[in-house]
């Protein structure tokens, strides 16, 4: 029991720690209005990099963290091209979505995740979520097929990972 109070505080303050960054980050962007506009302006960018839209089923995966450790639920799954997975906090927040072979991937692979995961945090990797029936839907349409290994990554640690197959 205590390691998991010390689990859930350390999460805490990564999450406390990065959303201070977020602050500063959005600070410095203000002080140079002039760039904000230029890079809103374009009207090609945002179709170009928007989400391909689920064509087939979407599966649910659960995100939980308690008593039995931190994982998903179902933590493999196979999915076909065009469908796409909703992850959902159940308990043990703050979670998040996160594919850990970015490096590795296929240029044509990683432009197309890229594509379809919404409100990113960085490279690959989805907002945190805080709460409780939260969730973070990631699109595979136009998604190669292959093995798609993923993680969350404040509990990486406590082994929270998984395998999306793409068929």
Not at 23 to 47: F, G, L, N, W
Not at 62 to 74: H, L, N, S, T, V
Not at 110 to 135: F, R, T, V, Y
Request: hydrophobic share 45%; proline share 7%; net charge neutral.
């Amino acid at each position: 029991m205590r390691f998991l109070s010390f689990a859930v505080v350390t999460s805490a303050a990564i999450v406390l720690g990065a959303c201070g960054g977020d602050k500063t980050a959005k600070t410095d962007s203000a002080m140079t209005p002039a760039a904000t506009p230029a890079a809103t302006t374009p009207s090609a960018a945002p179709t170009a990099g928007a989400m391909a839209p689920i064509t087939g089923k979407t599966v649910e995966i659960k995100m939980i963290g308690d008593g039995q450790g931190y994982r998903f639920e179902p933590a493999d799954v196979t999915i076909k091209q065009g469908d796409g997975i909703k992850f959902v906090v159940v308990s043990g927040a703050p979670h998040n979505i996160a594919f850990t072979d970015a490096a590795t991937l296929p240029a044509a692979a990683k432009a197309a995740l890229m594509a379809n995961m919404p409100e990113q945090a960085g490279e690959l990797s989805g907002k945190m979520l805080i709460g409780a029936n939260e969730s973070y839907t990631v699109s595979f349409a136009g998604v190669p097929a292959g093995k798609y290994n993923y993680n969350c990554t404040p509990h990486l640690a406590m082994n929270m990972k998984g395998v999306i197959t793409v068929q």
